[in-house]
């Protein structure tokens, strides 16, 4: 089992940056990517990115490119989501989720996920 913590989120004020946290534990050798994802209230849940954990690639979400940055800590065993010039749509909760095998990064089928961390971005 592994298991994943959020942090990070709260509230913050459109235009501005929040960093969330990601701490893996448990059988983290099992990893191969973690990705972070949003849901906010009455849609689905999407993706946002996701890095591979062995060469680092990252992936993103169009809308997030250029304004959200992955990054992860093999030694520490956590992943980073560095959220810079945020609007009112990137208001949701955030989840992170790992998965054992790298493939198909981008949709919701992860093995492990985390509780969640609310970011709510006011205009």
């Known amino acids: 089992q592994v298991q994943l913590v959020e942090s990070g989120g709260g509230l913050v004020q459109a235009g501005g940056s929040l960093r969330l946290s990601c701490a893996a534990s448990?059988?983290?050798?099992?990893?191969?990517?973690i990705g972070w994802f949003r849901q906010a209230p009455g849609k689905e849940r999407e993706f946002v990115a996701a890095?591979?954990?062995?060469?680092?690639?990252?992936y993103y979400k169009t809308s997030v490119k250029g304004r959200f940055t992955i990054s992860r800590d093999n030694v520490q065993n956590m992943v980073y989501l560095q959220m810079n010039s945020l609007i009112s749509g990137d208001t949701a909760v955030y989840f992170c989720?790992?998965?054992?095998?790298?493939?198909?990064?981008?949709?919701?089928?992860?093995?492990?996920w985390g509780q969640g961390t609310q970011v709510t971005v006011s205009s």
């Open positions: 989720a790992a998965k054992r095998w790298p493939v198909g990064l981008e949709s919701v089928v992860y093995d492990y």
């Open positions: 890095i591979r954990w062995g060469d680092g690639s990252t």
């Open positions: 448990g059988r983290t050798f099992s990893i191969n990517a």
